[in-house]
């Protein structure tokens, strides 16, 4: 007897991971046609409306961190090679999602100043301003020598719409009570989808819901909050409106990584903003799990991209427009008080090694422009025994050498300074004709700094 095998039933429809959506956001944002410049018109979309996408290849967040042998980054410098920024990464990694949007893609750089939220037929007005005041006032004239395009306040917010906002409250009302309220095999919230969409109604009526159930900050399998996702999907209008509800913005991933980490890595200075807005709630020294501040991996971000515009060759607008947005990220996290003075645990490294180790000339102009009361005994901090001075000794090729070695001379760095190994900054110089002239730049330096310190007796 033969019998008739109906086919296995299908689900009407796969709810997509976060990951595959921001890949897909990715995709939008690097075609050929330009993006909407507004994601808040989006009409609200069920989960089921979206198809499940081919597994895409990974890309790595790479912000995790300092070397884990010091030998190997103290003072050489490695000759930049012509790959795109997509591809360099601060550290190694294990594969993973990333949630960044490219740097090609521009980023809307101005905003409405008020948002008018729509809320149960109440309207609720919210100003979000970023004073950002300076902790150190003598620090406070320096923020004028980056010009007026990186020291433009941001500012940013739209209303909501309230007829989409109330099609989305109407919609999870309808929906089967686990998909509104669950997580998904990744762990994703419809909080977390909503947000990588950028679907920002959607997301404000999810957000509703999880706050009340107090499931707001949820955790995918990468350990991300719907903030996480909203930072690196940079959705600051998203990220403020969760905010506001209440989630946790010192929150943190597998690896240590909080809003403000990512947002300085990724160069999202709206996102920061929206961030630095919740002052004092936000712990500006905050270590990721290598050790890291948000500044420190601001400072790193930023080396990446001005090694990327160098190595093109040709003048690159994207570049160009990302580089100053990562500058201006880490003089947004400087006024806002983030320490200069800050550390890496494992390399001990400042803002100033970080810069200098990476023959980063843009970051080191503007960090020894800072009026610091104490800028010598900056510039003469050790990291593992190394000053700036010997790291920029060790940037062998690196055709800024010179003139970093100048500006350290200039605010003070003390050629005589010797590190771990007994090396003064002249004896890690490279040799030939090139070497040999900078050797006679610091031992010049060095026997005028001796003869300021002669005893007055000894002069008389």
Not at 19 to 42: D, G, M, N
Not at 335 to 343: E, I, K, N, R, V
Not at 410 to 428: K, M, V, W, Y
Request: hydrophobic share 35%; net charge neutral.
């Amino acid at each position: 007897m033969h019998f008739d095998k109906s086919p296995k039933e299908k689900p009407c429809c796969t709810l997509p991971t976060v990951k595959k959506l921001l890949e897909q956001k990715r995709r939008r944002e690097t075609s050929s046609v330009p993006p909407s410049s507004s994601t808040a018109s989006t009409s609200p979309v069920p989960p089921t409306a979206v198809t499940q996408l081919p597994e895409p290849s990974s890309e790595p967040f790479t912000c995790t961190g300092a070397s884990s042998s010091y030998s190997n980054m103290a003072v050489g410098y490695e000759q930049w090679s012509s790959v795109p920024e997509s591809t360099l990464s601060y550290y190694p990694s294990q594969p993973g999602p990333s949630y960044a949007a490219p740097f090609s893609h521009p980023m809307a750089s101005e905003y409405s100043t008020q948002q008018q939220v729509q809320t149960f037929g109440d309207t609720m007005s919210q100003a979000y301003e970023c004073p950002m005041p300076v902790a150190d006032q003598s620090m406070a004239t320096s923020w004028s020598l980056l010009g007026p395009s990186q020291t433009t306040q941001l500012s940013f917010g739209s209303s909501l719409d309230a007829n989409k906002l109330e099609e989305a409250r109407m919609m999870l009302r309808g929906m089967d009570y686990s998909r509104a309220t669950g997580q998904d095999e990744d762990g994703d919230t419809i909080l977390h989808i909503y947000t990588a969409k950028g679907l920002r109604e959607c997301a404000f009526a999810a957000a509703e819901r999880l706050r009340d159930l107090g499931r707001l900050d949820a955790k995918e399998h990468k350990g991300k909050t719907a903030l996480l996702v909203a930072v690196t999907a940079n959705q600051p209008e998203i990220v403020q409106d969760l905010l506001s509800f209440g989630t946790d913005i010192n929150a943190c991933d597998v690896k240590g990584q909080t809003a403000l980490h990512l947002a300085a890595h990724y160069g999202f200075p709206g996102v920061l903003q929206a961030i630095l807005s919740s002052r004092p709630a936000v712990n500006l020294e905050a270590r990721n799990f290598e050790g890291m501040t948000p500044l420190h991996c601001a400072a790193i971000s930023h080396s990446v991209t001005m090694k990327a515009l160098f190595t093109s060759g040709l003048p690159d607008v994207n570049l160009q427009t990302k580089a100053a947005e990562k500058l201006n990220c880490v003089q947004m996290l400087l006024t806002a008080g983030a320490s200069l003075l800050s550390q890496e645990i494992k390399s001990n490294k400042t803002l100033l090694h970080l810069a200098v180790k990476e023959g980063n000339i843009d970051l080191v102009r503007y960090l020894l422009r800072i009026p610091l009361p104490n800028m010598k005994d900056f510039v003469n901090m050790k990291a593992h025994g190394h000053t700036a001075l010997h790291m920029a000794a060790g940037l062998h090729g690196n055709p800024h050498q010179e003139e970093i070695l100048r500006l350290l001379l200039g605010r003070g760095a003390d050629p005589s300074i010797r590190n771990l190994e007994n090396d003064q900054p002249a004896h890690l110089l490279q040799s030939g004709p090139q070497g040999e002239q900078l050797k006679l730049m610091l031992k010049k330096r060095n026997a005028s700094s001796r003869r300021r310190i002669v005893p007055l007796q000894d002069q008389e």
